[in-house]
């Protein structure tokens, strides 16, 4: 992404909500206590997405974000913003083969292109809004994901007794939720569509809560998913392949309350990184498998540096956190910030990019990097509504 004017980044005079008053939300400014520029990208209620949810075309020159009226693209070269889907959408994935964007809308599976809006229905299964949100593969043939075998209500047991450790979460409340969600043991599958034909399979049918289905961005019938609820109580990371075959868990816990999660694949889809903890709040790690050796990696976080998420630039040279709230895992002591890692001699070496100490952490930044890998694109409440931002690597002149 470039920028060639301080102006050009909004081509129109937006529309702010309250708490603040137009005039005083910045368009672009650069943060006193980084000397990073930031941009702001969108009106208010808007949020990019999740943070392993590809948001970018196949050539890198537009991204998705969703909005209060449905979805919208960004060209990421002239910084204007059109509307592409309205509606309730959720479940959104672009495509990095296609210029096309999946997503579910009232039980439907669609595609849509990113360039003339053109939308076809793939296939329709109310159940599908009950799992995990959807994923791509890399040849643009398969979209998966995880649900709930059984749309009916299903009886919710009552949880285990709770420990204190259990119930340091972010959003309060989340670590009670967790708890009586896993105790549950509600039937789950794994599925794959044929974008195609719209085909439905499923597999690797469980009692385990199934979440967070990714798609390698290199292999395309390799697929990872969690085993969702509280970090130290489930084997959480393990790859599958599509057609059921090749179940392996990615992590083994060596300790009591050891933990591991919010993974991610590398660009070139052979590692895949996590936040590791050794035990949970003590030392903190960001690490990696190399699924072809078994090899591990493990840079070592300083606490101050903990993010809820981290991600990988498009070279895979570079990381990047979200930084985490005043009641997460790491606290007391983590920061609220935007971070740019190195990895050095074992260890993430931080740079502080932007300043949340405003920030609500009950929404989560989830932060990504530019397919130019010169950005950070992440999403705020800082200014009050929440916003699509823009974060330059490079410090301001």
């Not at 450790?165 to 599925?191: C, F, Q, T, V, W």
Request: charged share 20%.
């Amino acid at each position: 992404m470039t920028v060639n004017s301080p102006g050009i980044f909004l081509t129109c005079a937006l529309i702010i909500a309250a708490p603040l008053a137009s005039q005083d939300v910045p368009s672009e400014w650069v943060d006193p206590s980084t000397g990073h520029r930031i941009i702001r990208l969108s009106e208010p209620g808007s949020a990019s997405l999740y943070f392993h949810q590809n948001t970018y075309s196949a050539t890198g020159d537009v991204m998705v974000f969703t909005t209060h009226e449905g979805l919208s693209v960004l060209n990421l070269q002239t910084r204007k913003v059109r509307p592409l889907v309205e509606g309730h959408i959720s479940h959104v994935v672009v495509g990095r083969r296609t210029r096309q964007v999946f997503y579910l809308k009232e039980g439907t599976v669609y595609a849509t292109n990113l360039d003339t809006a053109a939308t076809h229905a793939i296939f329709t299964k109310p159940e599908l809004r009950s799992g995990s949100g959807l994923t791509v593969n890399a040849d643009e043939t398969l979209l998966a994901g995880s649900f709930v075998d059984d749309p009916n209500p299903q009886p919710v047991a009552p949880p285990p007794p709770a420990k204190p450790e259990d119930h340091n979460d972010n959003p309060p409340g989340k670590g009670a939720m967790m708890e009586r969600r896993l105790a549950a043991r509600i039937p789950m599958s794994l599925y794959t569509i044929d974008i195609k034909t719209g085909k439905l399979n499923t597999f690797n049918q469980s009692t385990d809560w199934l979440n967070h289905v990714q798609f390698s961005p290199t292999d395309p019938t390799l697929l990872m998913f969690c085993h969702e609820g509280p970090w130290h109580k489930v084997d959480r990371i393990w790859t599958i392949r599509t057609d059921g075959s090749g179940l392996r868990k990615i992590h083994t816990r060596t300790m009591e309350m050891e933990i591991a999660g919010h993974e991610f694949f590398n660009p070139d889809g052979k590692i895949i990184w996590y936040d590791l903890q050794t035990p949970k709040g003590k030392e903190f790690w960001l690490a990696g498998v190399v699924l072809a050796t078994g090899d591990t990696i493990r840079y070592k976080v300083q606490r101050p540096e903990w993010s809820v998420h981290y991600n990988v630039s498009p070279d895979g040279k570079l990381f990047a956190g979200d930084g985490g709230g005043p009641t997460s895992v790491a606290a007391p002591g983590n920061g609220q910030w935007i971070y740019l890692f190195t990895p050095q001699e074992g260890a993430l070496q931080a740079e502080k990019l932007v300043d949340l100490s405003k920030h609500n952490y009950r929404l989560e930044p989830n932060v990504t990097f530019t397919p130019d890998g010169k950005w950070l694109i992440f999403r705020s409440n800082m200014l009050g509504p929440t916003y699509v931002f823009a974060v330059e690597l490079r410090k301001a002149a």
